[in-house]
Nanobody, 118 residues
Framework: VQLQASGGGLVQAGGSLRVSCVDS????????MAWFRQAPGKEREFLAA????????SYGDAVKDRFIISRDNAKSTVYLQMTGLKPEDTAVYYC????????????WGQGTLVTVSS
């Protein structure tokens, strides 16, 4: 598994952004995928996860009404569509691969920075 996140950038409060994470390996569809974020001086925060075949999803409380996780196994890509962005959403966003039911994600991408201006 080799994960590469992209799509971060600067967006105004209230705006939308979609970040993506592509796996250059050949085993993407065998892993559940998740998104996390980490803001400066704060602990890493779980955002969303999706089952390896799609369908089942879970969300962190802070984003469950604003963010949507999806995946395209044919493109080995997982997405996080973010709407209603707030300055407190500013963080480095990471994708991860593992097992959703166990909450274990041993494989991580390098992160992409999302900055939300007020």
């Amino acid at each position: 598994v080799q994960l590469q996140a992209s799509g971060g950038g600067l967006v105004q409060a209230g705006g939308s952004l979609r970040v993506s994470c592509v796996d250059s390996g050949r085993t993407f569809s065998t892993y559940d995928m998740a998104w996390f974020r980490q803001a400066p001086g704060k602990e890493r925060e779980f955002l969303a996860a999706i089952y390896r075949r799609g369908g089942s999803r879970s969300y962190g409380d802070a984003v469950k009404d604003r963010f949507i996780i999806s995946r395209d196994n044919a493109k080995s890509t997982v997405y996080l569509q973010m709407t209603g962005l707030k300055p407190e959403d500013t963080a480095v966003y990471y994708c991860a691969a593992g097992v959703m039911t166990a909450g274990q994600y041993p494989f991580w991408g390098q992160g992409t920075l999302v900055t939300v201006s007020s």
